[in-house]
């Protein structure tokens, strides 16, 4: 059972992502008392998941590896994964919430070494690979996991492959009887950072993203960079694993568009410019990147990046929503179909593989929140004194980049705080 | 002081047992780490295991033992089980460091074995050198919060601090509070509905900032001189009449703001001479003078009938002179602009931006584009050539979507521009040229710094850090930017911004009260000393402290001011006489190490590399690969350390002198894109490190035989590789003949 | 040039795009175009079109009114609505197309040769007639717009196809007598007149 300590001078946040650690670490260090609550097996959220940051182009987990080691030196902060708020109750200062804790079958106990992966033949779609790869369904979910603990997949309990991994773990973390618990914790505030999901690319039909092996997310593309990722960090398109030296990239899928988003999701021009120079560096002067737009949203200081990335002559940029894609079938690449509204040329170009630079769908359910709180018609949490001691952080506030919901987190975390100092203060 | 007494734990659990021989590792760290007990462990982190060492820990001066030594698994991991309080804990790394990294074959045994045999020794070496950190008797508890500037974000960031229970002052240089808020009609949506221009508030905000008692106000003044460090901040508040009051501060919030680009020297936009042609800033004056009746033209008063909205003017541009960044929020202002004339003029009233890549960005963004649009604002995506000025001004540009030349004609023109930020003199500016203007810039802080006077500068002026993950460091530990001089930014932004830099500013007050250090080592007792007698004066720590932490006193001597300290090491590596240190972290305790290793002689034909390998980077790129299998040379030795920066130039002499064959430095990028988190470490040891190769000429030694690389936490592959390829060249070059 | 559009150019200057708002059905919508250029790239005869919509909208705003209106472009939509269900924005395009067509005849600018335009007319001409479209008619004036000998040809040509409709009872010879109409001819013509009247006093009256 999991035991917690949490008064009305506790802060409670719902996401552990880089904004929900963010703004749980800096209120863990400014001494307050902390319970993050993750949904996933471990906390680092999307930026576990990116190869590069833009504009610097330096690796997220340089950044998450300190964030991780300061809440691991952190008496201050509990971190709950696998774990989700269901309901809130009560008031600024004085708030209840209902978690549900998910079995990972894998207690404390567990030391990191492997064992048990080794010892369990099933193999499960890797979710932090988005689906291109499988891993065993007992699993690290990445090199650099925290906790540093593996989980059993939900799929091989009650079969051999559960006993397997039981017998294989010399240090009795493997607990097969492990059950969901759903507990109640006291908070005199809410930090809410549950971030967002890349929006769904089978919703734009058009782009064929069901359908063709080569037309592929600017998340996945991400993965595919990685050297810890599904091709070790080659850029080789999924069809025929051919190196993909031709790429387009295809910008507002699902952004800026009634049928899909409504919003602008900030980061996509970013990306793909930053995407483009993944290109360029594997490649050299064979790579080809073509930046399909409406407006290249390189906000304030990005503009250097934007210009850095023009200045290559290896990548293009066409003003245009791409209409369709269909696939060559004789060589599998995906033919663009649009008009390129600068002065009206018509396209029919082939490239080798096609990254929809898919939005930022916000995290946050508008019909099932846990509290009544304002969202606006994007789904965003919007600042507003109804909202009480609930504050939201990061790109469950709107669509932001890592710097913005960071810079947010931790303006949240100070709303969060000034709640809590005024129970302390009303405590005596 | 109790002697020291080591306690070994030997942990035998994830194969480390079928590894290696546990009992000589006991042997090892009694015999050669003088630890004075050695215990075992089926599995040191369980809780019975931690039970143990903790009982081992009570009875204070009477403990079995005042220093662990963990031979289990790498530092990163189990972090939380292997927590002791202020006990100096080492971590000898036999799993990731050993045992994953070599392999399970009965020829490789003895040199596993040697391997593991010498982390045990480094890690009592270590632990011997520790001492308990304690915080120093610097360390005061003063929550009074600093805000300079009394704009929009210096308001928020009094009025977010003082809800949090922190006093605050507020130094502003001008007349009254507001800044220039003040000075706009209205302000883009910053809530829902994103659809019209809403009341800036800022008279709410002057009038909460007056009434509140725990908010103090100094207005028509300025810092003449700020001291001191976190929790012990002395500021002059000069007014302009001359009088002056010093009251102390835990921490400060610089909010200075920004001011607009002069677009005077831009001829092709004719705004010098044409009072039609206006700047956004001076836009909002005219709204505002029109008092909620049609705004009329400066020129003549006419009643305007059409406007146009010239984007991007001396913005994004590559012009010298011109600004190449934007200002992020040129075009939202541009459609809140032409809505004040839909609603104050009519709805006839034509308002045409000439835009480049409309930069609406996220949700409101978006929406407010709609609402612009809806309201019938005209939008086009044009190339502007020039502004003729006349009666009726005309404009000349491209269509990039007609592609055609052509113009429009207009009452009024609107220029774009863009912003720049309100920060004091770089202290790290490059020398100016002989012939070159130097512009002279009030100093915001007047820091009475050793490193210069103000928040160094990035880029462009701003004061912001490099750090995408931690936006507010600044190099000055206690003083945090925010608002535009930060970066450009809107109101909304800088209404969260303030309020970040007033977390940021209340929990360096927190935790200079308590001692600690800042990020990235909040809770890090210790703090740098140095032994008099044996500093020369030089200054190279005071002149290469990346935080400008260390002052000088009035001989020469370091002032090291320990909560400006972020206990990166850098002056440690800096000192040329080996003089400074961290109880926790010295020449010492990585020269112990190294010492410590046991060097075979030539004949056993068993080199040793040493790696000194940053924590953060390249320390967990080795844990990965050892996570991977990767195989790792039996000969390295590694030892992470701080920074880069940190290290001293006498652990590579005396590894060369110790009869090691080859050193491998590991740091991150130190390009403009630098990733150290204690900013130009990794920089500053390759130009010490520039200087090794005389150094081993002089020995008779091989330049190859140290080399440093940059090395990201991605490199996997790519570190574990740099190790072995060092093992290749010392089997080319040969065994060092330093051996004994 | 008409005499409404004499009066149009005049009343509305230099602004081409109250214009449109004003008088073309769903012209309002033309402002919301972001120029993104979906509907152009989704449409399926988009090859054949001088100006795509989303180039149109930028010309309205532009103030190209005669460029526009004398485009045959919007006369080549064939309401596949394509672009309609992907514009981002919801643009009406499939309607404000055919406003425009239908703003630019009453101006007297549709392109003259244009074969829809001429089409439509003819369409428009059976179709008041009786209130219902004589299809035969429909179909023989259809042959026969562009001049005598191409009318036999193009007969001709269609003759099996026509044969084939006769047989299956799809088409009447008998129609060509005059065929059926709405029971309420007069009223329908009624009806016609007062929807005229209307129209005009929409437009004349737009900005009186």
Known sequence: ?428 | ?740 | MTELNAAMVERYRSNFLKEVEANVEEGEWVKMCMQCGVCAGSCPLGNAWEHTPQKIFMMVRAGEREAVLNSDAMWMCTSCYNCIARCPRGLPITHIMHGLAHYAKRMGLAPKEQPTAKFAQLFWDNLVKKGRVNELKLGISLYFMNGFSEGIKTSLKMKDIGLGMLKTKRMSPMEMLGGHGVKDSAGFQKMLKKAQELEDKRISGSTD
């Not at chain 1, 058009?206 to 991400?222: H, S």
């Not at chain 2, 004040?340 to 978006?366: H, Q, V």
């Not at chain 2, 200079?512 to 500093?535: N, Q, Y």
């Open chain 2, 1 to 740: 002081m109790a002697d020291i007494k080591i306690g070994a734990y030997i942990c035998k659990g994830c194969g480390l047992q079928d590894r290696l021989d546990i009992s000589q590792l006991e042997m090892t760290a009694t015999r050669d780490g003088k630890a004075v007990f050695a215990k075992t462990h089926d599995m040191l982190c369980s809780q019975e295991g931690v039970d143990m060492i903790k009982a081992d820990l009570q009875g204070g001066d009477d403990a079995a033992a005042n220093r662990v030594m963990i031979a289990a698994c790498s530092r990163r991991a189990k972090v939380e089980a292997f927590a002791f309080g202020n006990t100096p804990t080492i971590r000898a790394n036999l799993r990731e460091g050993v045992i994953w990294v070599r392999p399970d074959e009965d020829e490789h045994k003895e040199t596993t074995q040697e391997m593991a045999d010498d982390y045990i020794r480094m890690g009592c070496a270590e632990a011997k050198a520790q001492e308990p950190a304690e915080a120093s008797a610097e360390q005061q508890l003063d929550k009074h919060i600093l805000v300079v500037g009394g704009g929009y974000t210096g308001l928020t960031a009094a009025i977010e601090a003082e809800a949090a229970g922190y006093p605050v002052t507020i130094v502003e240089k001008a007349a009254q509070l507001g800044g220039m808020t003040a000075q706009l009609y209205k302000k883009i949506p910053s809530c829902s509905p994103y659809a019209d221009p809403q009341d800036t508030g800022i008279d709410a905000m002057i009038k909460s900032v007056e009434d509140n008692a725990n908010i103090t106000v100094h207005l028509n003044s300025t810092l003449t001189r700020t001291s001191g460090a976190p929790g012990r901040f002395a500021a002059d508040i000069s007014t302009e009449s001359g009088s002056t009051t010093t009251e102390n501060f835990g921490a400060i919030v610089q909010a200075s703001g920004q001011k607009l680009y002069d677009p005077s020297g831009l001829s092709q936009y004719a705004y010098s001479g044409n009072a039609d042609v206006i700047t956004n800033l001076e836009m909002e004056a005219l709204a505002k003078a029109a008092d909620g009746g049609p705004i009329k033209r400066p020129s003549d008063g006419k009643e305007v009938k059409s406007v146009a909205f010239v984007q991007n003017v001396g913005q994004c541009s590559d012009e010298e002179d011109q600004l190449s960044y934007h200002s992020g929020w040129g075009d939202v202002v541009a459609i809140k602009q032409a809505m004040y004339f839909k609603d104050l003029n009519g709805s006839d009233c034509d308002t045409t931006i000439m835009f480049d890549n409309l930069r609406t960005p996220g949700a409101g963004g978006e929406d407010f584009y709609r609402s612009g649009q809806r309201k019938g604002i005209t939008f086009t995506k044009a190339d502007i050539t020039e502004v003729i000025a006349g009666n009726e001004l005309e404009v000349k540009f491209k269509d990039q979507i007609l592609d055609n030349d052509t113009s429009m004609q207009c009452d009024l023109v609107v220029l774009d521009v863009g912003t720049l930020p309100n920060s004091g003199p770089d202290p790290y500016a490059p020398a100016a040229e002989e012939d070159e203007v130097v512009v002279n810039v009030d100093s915001i802080l007047n820091l009475d710094y050793r490193q210069g006077t103000d928040l160094p500068h990035l880029k462009h002026g701003f004061t912001d850090s490099h750090f995408i993950c931690f936006p507010y460091e600044t190099r000055r530990t206690g003083i945090y930017a925010a608002g535009p001089v930060r970066r450009p930014m809107d109101l909304a932004q800088a209404r969260d911004d303030a309020a970040g830099a007033a977390m940021k500013a209340i929990q360096e007050a927190e935790n200079a009260g308590k001692g600690m250090a800042a990020h990235p080592r909040v809770g890090d007792l210790s703090f740098p000393s140095f032994r008099k007698e044996g500093c020369t004066q030089c200054k190279r720590c005071t002149v290469e402290c990346p935080f400008g932490a260390i002052n000088e006193d009035e001989e020469g001597y370091p002032v090291y001011n320990e909560s400006r300290c972020r206990r990166c090491g850098t002056c440690m590596g800096a000192c040329p006489v080996r003089v400074i240190s961290f109880k926790n972290y010295s020449v010492e305790t990585v020269g112990q190490q190294i010492k410590n290793v046991d060097v075979p002689d030539e004949f056993d034909e068993k080199p040793r590399i040493l790696v000194l390998a940053c924590e953060n980077d390249a320390y967990p790129a080795l844990d990965m690969a050892a996570m991977n299998g990767t195989e790792i040379t039996p000969w390295a030795r590694v030892i992470p350390v701080r920074c880069l920066g940190s290290i001293s130039l006498s652990w590579v002499t005396d590894s060369m002198n110790n009869g090691y064959d080859g050193v491998v430095l590991m740091g991150c990028r130190r390009d403009d894109d630098y990733q150290c988190h204690f900013v130009k470490g990794s920089a500053m040891a390759a130009e010490r490190m520039s200087k090794v190769g005389d150094t081993l000429s002089t020995l008779n030694l091989e330049p190859e035989r140290v080399v440093i690389h940059e090395v990201a936490i991605t490199d996997i592959q790519r570190a574990p590789q740099l190790i072995n390829d060092m093992a290749e060249t010392v089997d080319k070059i040969g065994m060092s003949p330093f051996k004994f």
């Open chain 1, 1 to 428: 059972m999991t035991e917690i300590v949490a008064t009305n001078e506790t802060i409670l946040v719902v996401g552990g992502g880089i904004s929900g650690m963010t703004a749980a670490l800096e209120a863990a260090e400014t001494g307050k008392q902390v319970i993050l609550v993750e949904k996933r097996a471990y906390v680092g959220g999307r930026i576990s998941q990116l190869y590069k940051y833009f504009p610097k182009l330096c690796f997220p987990t340089c950044g998450l590896e300190i964030n991780q080691r300061r809440s691991k030196m952190n008496p201050n902060l509990t971190i709950l994964t696998m774990a989700e708020v269901t309901d809130i109750s009560g008031e600024a200062g004085a708030y209840t919430a209902s978690i549900k804790i998910s079995p990972r079958y894998v207690n404390e106990n567990c030391t990191g070494c492997g064992d048990c992966a080794k010892a369990v033949e099933l193999e499960v779609s890797d979710d932090f690979n988005y689906g291109m790869n499988t891993h065993k369904a007992a699993y690290l979910p990445h090199k650099m996991a925290h906790p540093q603990r593996y989980v059993l997949d939900p799929a091989i309990i009650g079969t051999d492959d559960a006993e397997k991994a039981k017998a294989a773990c010399k240090y009795n973390a493997v607990d097969l009887d492990m059950q969901e618990e759903n507990i109640e914790l006291k908070a005199g505030a809410v930090v809410w950072a549950t971030g967002w999901q890349p929006y769904d690319a089978n919703k734009i039909q058009p782009y064929g993203y069901d359908r063709m092996a080569n037309v592929i997310t600017n998340v996945e593309f991400e993965r595919m960079m990685d050297p810890t990722g599904p091709t070790g960090g080659k850029l080789l398109r999924p069809s025929d694993g051919k190196e993909a030296k031709d790429v387009a990239f295809i910008q507002c899928a699902g952004s800026r568009d009634k049928n899909h988003l409504l919003h602008c999701s900030r980061i996509c021009c970013m990306a793909s410019l930053k995407q483009s120079t993944y290109v360029t560096e594997a490649w050299g002067d064979d790579a080809s990147s073509t930046i399909y737009y409406i407006d290249i949203r390189a906000i304030d200081r990005f503009e250097d990046f934007y210009k850095k990335v023009q200045a290559d002559e290896n990548v293009k940029f066409i003003k245009s929503k791409v209409a369709s894609i269909v696939e060559n079938k004789e060589n599998g690449n995906p033919t663009l179909h649009g008009v390129d509204t600068e002065g009206y040329h018509r396209y029919a170009t082939e490239h080798e593989l096609v990254v929809l630079a898919v939005g930022m769908q916000p995290s946050v359910d508008k019909d099932a929140f846990p509290i009544d709180i304002t969202i606006n018609e994007e789904g965003f949490i919007e600042p507003s004194s109804e909202n009480g001691g609930v504050f939201a952080a990061g790109s469950a506030s709107d669509a932001l980049d890592v710097n913005r919901a960071v810079q947010h987190a931790t303006g949240a975390a100070l709303r969060a705080v000034q709640v809590v100092n005024r129970v302390a203060r009303a405590e005596g």
